[in-house]
């Protein structure tokens, strides 16, 4: 009996002038994992774009507005994950002149049928938990270096499904609620300007609502108050600045917002569990 075949990844093709650049990682018939970047001059922006036959889930590195066939444009970025479900179409905008650039995971049919009530992702962009968005990024660079097929389908089969209950809750899914214009107004500026001292009353007054009803629409429409979003993009943005190299901790606290590396470390230790100089271990 022949093995089955691994499973597709996304494979985007315009013709003159797509940049789009796909890399896999690791390829199986279960589940499979892979890198993307598609730049900002790329001709697919000004395009409907076509999932492919089997469902995705994106971890952004960078914000980027995205939206599916019938839907508003929302804003998904470091704190979010995206889905997309096999045969839709979708489509994007630069969010700042920034690319497109993310990890993202291939699912079979079996798995959706086992993770979702209905096999299909409620919706395009949703809340990503701490835990699996740094596991994520520590699979990438450890599978290089870990080839046994049972170890890396286990750990991306969990983070998948860790991924997706993070985002939607387990068993049946409530009704889908369109998230309000404001909210992603207030997730744009968020992401824009993680790094200031932004109080309620400039987010509130940046976005033309009060303070108590902006901080109620956030809540119920992204899973975060707006301090736990502010501080998720900063943390976020340290975590992938220690895996660049040995920049020193106090220059990333100070540029993604903290006012000491004691602070920043306290505050990571809290939402990842580890100090960030374990974390620097891991992925450098």
């Given at each position: 009996?022949l093995a089955p075949?691994p499973?597709?990844?996304?494979t985007?093709?315009?013709?003159?002038?797509?940049?789009?650049?796909?890399n896999?990682?690791?390829?199986s018939?279960?589940?499979?994992?892979?890198?993307?970047w598609?730049?900002?001059d790329?001709?697919?922006?000004?395009?409907?774009?076509?999932v492919g036959?089997?469902?995705?889930?994106?971890?952004?590195?960078?914000?980027?507005?995205?939206?599916g066939q019938?839907?508003?444009?929302?804003?998904?970025?470091?704190?979010?994950?995206?889905?997309?479900?096999?045969?839709?179409?979708?489509?994007?905008?630069?969010?700042?002149?920034?690319?497109?650039?993310s990890l993202?995971?291939?699912v079979?049919?079996?798995?959706?049928?086992e993770?979702?009530?209905?096999?299909?992702?409620?919706?395009?962009?949703?809340?990503?938990?701490?835990?699996p968005?740094?596991?994520?990024?520590a699979?990438?660079?450890?599978?290089a270096?870990?080839?046994?097929?049972?170890?890396?389908?286990?750990?991306?089969?969990?983070?998948?499904?860790?991924?997706?209950?993070g985002?939607?809750?387990r068993?049946?899914?409530?009704n889908r609620?369109r998230?309000p214009?404001?909210?992603?107004?207030?997730?744009?500026?968020?992401?824009?300007?993680?790094?200031?001292?932004?109080?309620?009353?400039?987010?509130?007054r940046?976005?033309?609502v009060?303070?108590?009803?902006?901080?109620?629409?956030?809540?119920?429409?992204?899973?975060?108050?707006l301090?736990?979003?502010?501080?998720?993009?900063?943390?976020?943005?340290?975590?992938?600045?220690?895996?660049q190299?040995d920049?020193?901790?106090?220059?990333?606290?100070?540029?993604?917002?903290?006012?000491?590396?004691?602070?920043?470390t306290a505050?990571?230790?809290?939402?990842f569990g580890?100090?960030p100089s374990?974390?620097?271990?891991r992925?450098?």
């Amino acid at each position: 009996m022949l093995a089955p075949e691994p499973l597709r990844l996304a494979t985007w093709h315009a013709g003159e002038g797509d940049h789009v650049r796909i890399n896999p990682l690791y390829r199986s018939p279960v589940v499979s994992l892979g890198t993307f970047w598609c730049p900002p001059d790329d001709v697919r922006w000004e395009q409907e774009n076509y999932v492919g036959d089997v469902a995705h889930i994106a971890f952004p590195a960078a914000p980027v507005w995205i939206s599916g066939q019938d839907d508003e444009l929302a804003l998904a970025g470091p704190n979010h994950a995206m889905f997309f479900n096999a045969g839709d179409w979708f489509r994007r905008r630069r969010f700042n002149g920034y690319g497109d650039r993310s990890l993202f995971m291939v699912v079979s049919e079996d798995t959706m049928a086992e993770w979702l009530a209905d096999a299909r992702f409620p919706s395009h962009v949703a809340k990503l938990l701490p835990r699996p968005y740094m596991t994520v990024r520590a699979l990438a660079r450890a599978i290089a270096d870990d080839v046994d097929a049972l170890a890396v389908e286990e750990r991306l089969l969990a983070l998948g499904h860790a991924t997706v209950c993070g985002a939607f809750g387990r068993g049946e899914f409530r009704n889908r609620r369109r998230t309000p214009a404001v909210v992603e107004e207030a997730k744009a500026l968020l992401t824009a300007r993680y790094n200031e001292r932004l109080t309620l009353d400039q987010v509130g007054r940046a976005v033309n609502v009060s303070p108590f009803h902006l901080a109620r629409s956030f809540r119920r429409h992204t899973g975060y108050t707006l301090h736990e979003y502010r501080t998720q993009l900063r943390l976020r943005a340290a975590l992938d600045r220690l895996a660049q190299g040995d920049e020193d901790l106090v220059h990333i606290a100070r540029a993604v917002g903290y006012s000491s590396h004691s602070h920043l470390t306290a505050s990571f230790r809290r939402v990842f569990g580890v100090p960030p100089s374990r974390v620097r271990r891991r992925l450098t």
